[in-house]
Nanobody, 125 residues
Framework: QVQLVESGGESVQAGDSLRLSCVVS????????MGWFRQAPGKERDFVAV????????DYTDSVKGRFNIFRENAKNTAYLQMNSLKPEDTAVYYC??????????????????WGQGTQVTVAS
């Protein structure tokens, strides 16, 4: 069974940086594409970023391009989301997710097989 555990969320000020981590159990981490999603209070869970299995291909939602960076260390079974220049509108619970392929519509929640429990990020103005 594949399990995902996020960490790194906390309360910060606008303009600060945070790095979220997602540790994945199991021997097949290096074969999965990894995504980050977020859910603000009262809103749907939305796509933030995705990275393919070898870390060479990424994509981001427009609102975080140039501020967030997704990367991974396959030797550590860990995916990361580096978040810079944080804004109050980035406040949300952040989830990591895994899927067996990068192809297809990776912005859809239904495309992911495994999910973490989420980590709260709060950005004060």
């Amino acid at each position: 069974q594949v399990q995902l555990v996020e960490s790194g969320g906390e309360s910060v000020q606008a303009g600060d940086s945070l790095r979220l981590s997602c540790v994945v159990s199991g021997r097949t981490f290096s074969s999965y594409a990894m995504g980050w999603f977020r859910q603000a209070p009262g809103k749907e869970r939305d796509f933030v970023a995705v990275i393919n299995s070898n870390g060479r291909v990424t994509d981001y939602t427009d609102s975080v391009k140039g501020r967030f960076n997704i990367f991974r260390e396959n030797a550590k079974n860990t995916a990361y989301l580096q978040m810079n220049s944080l804004k109050p509108e980035d406040t949300a619970v952040y989830y990591c997710a895994a899927r067996p392929t990068y192809s297809g519509d990776y912005r859809l929640l239904s495309q992911y097989n495994y999910w973490g429990q989420g980590t709260q990020v709060t950005v004060a103005s």
